[in-house]
């Protein structure tokens, strides 16, 4: 499905709780959001280098995603969860990061939707790709990957929206994006940081793609 032909369900203001929103992508969304209107509850660890803090709209909370208090605090009051964290060699943090945020989710009075940033190879979406990433970020970052999407995957009493964008770049957005359940990918074109906060801020408000089997997100 390309973007145009995804149509928001409603426009209304809402309260999003994000986190990873100092990173390139998470960044890119922060940014997109508040400019659609909505209110921000952005967790960092270090809350100097959100640079959304000051911008109206924002609640900016100091805390680390493996903190079950710390998400607890973001995720209350929110009508959605964005999370665009990523763990690296010497930080592995997504498998905890994804429970923290489902347990906070569902002791809400009405659970908000989570939508989590993944990758294509995930899951078994694209053994080739997923075999290279391996070897690329070693093995305990892509098994914390995998425990995460696994978490996500398996949960019952949260709407999730699972997203696995392919190649990411840094190149400026094209206002495009092609979204699918086709969990059988193996090459496809990169996608823009931008256009895929674009995909985020989307569903951000529509739940069509809501669904623990994942979205494989590539260039339009």
Known sequence: MLRDDLTNESQSTLTVAVLGATGNLG?????QALAAGHRLQALARSVTKLTIAEQSGVTAIQGDA????????????????VSCIGGNKHSQVMEAASNNILSAAAQQPHPPRCIFVSSIGLGGTSPLIGWILERIAGKP???DYEAADLRIRTERNVPVTLVRPYALTDKPGKGAYHATTNSRITFARPITRADAAAFLLDT??????DGPEGVQLTGG
């Open 27 to 31: 960044g890119h969304y922060a940014q």
């Open 66 to 81: 493996t903190s079950p208090d710390d998400v607890a605090r973001v995720v209350a009051g929110a009508n959605v969860v």
């Open 141 to 143: 970052t892509w098994s």
């Open 204 to 209: 951000t408000t529509n739940p069509y793609w």
